[in-house]
């Protein structure tokens, strides 16, 4: 009988879930930035103009956002990931899964909060209606959520509460998972130092199951 040779998998995410994973992680670092000094720049008259400005930029990035995290969702859900490294406790195991779900979910539903927010057209802060449109850096108008834009006014100003307070609420949690995240890589690093850091490097070399290189 003809042998069979152990299933290949990966070493590394490579190339493109690597660049997807980067640039996500620095656009939201950089949106969460931008959000909190645009929120904190809004009370006062002498930075309210570029703190509007800053807004649509705010917009584009968190669209863009939404945007990568399903395609990389998708990238995820159609290529096999690296396995852990050896002798990784199986409740370290479970906690980075969860980990994983929970920041997928953050990354999706944190932009879709937000896009629900400015498609509402209600100033929260101002508690009146405040139609803007959203231009995705500019280049081309982003439309709005249909059916919340066409609500009477009544019940846009609500939605517009309601997707604010859970943008907030989401983005705290995106940064809890953020920081557990980096911790947790950062032990794999300079205390296990298990070389689980480096799988997201996009290198192009596969081990077979048994942990051999492969040809």
Known sequence: MPSVRPARVPRTYGLVAASLHWTIAAALLANLAIGWWMTASLADPAKAAAAFRAFQGHKSLGLTILVLSLVRLGWRLTHRAPPPPPGMPRW??????????????????????????????????????????????????????????????????????????????????????????????????????????ARMAPLPKRFDEAGREAG
């Open 92 to 197: 370290q195991r479970a906690a980075a899964a969860a980990v994983h779900v929970l920041l997928y979910g953050a990354m999706i539903a944190l932009p879709l909060s937000g896009w629900a927010y400015v498609s509402a057209g209600w100033n929260v802060g101002l508690d009146q209606p405040f139609a803007v449109p959203t231009l995705w850096f500019g280049l081309f108008h982003w439309p709005h959520i249909e059916w919340i834009a066409a609500l009477d006014d009544a019940a846009r100003r609500s939605a517009a509460f309601r997707a604010l307070a859970t943008h907030q609420t989401l983005v705290w949690a995106m940064v809890a998972l953020l920081a557990a995240h980096v911790a947790a890589a950062l032990k794999h690093q300079f205390v296990d130092r298990d070389g689980l850091l």
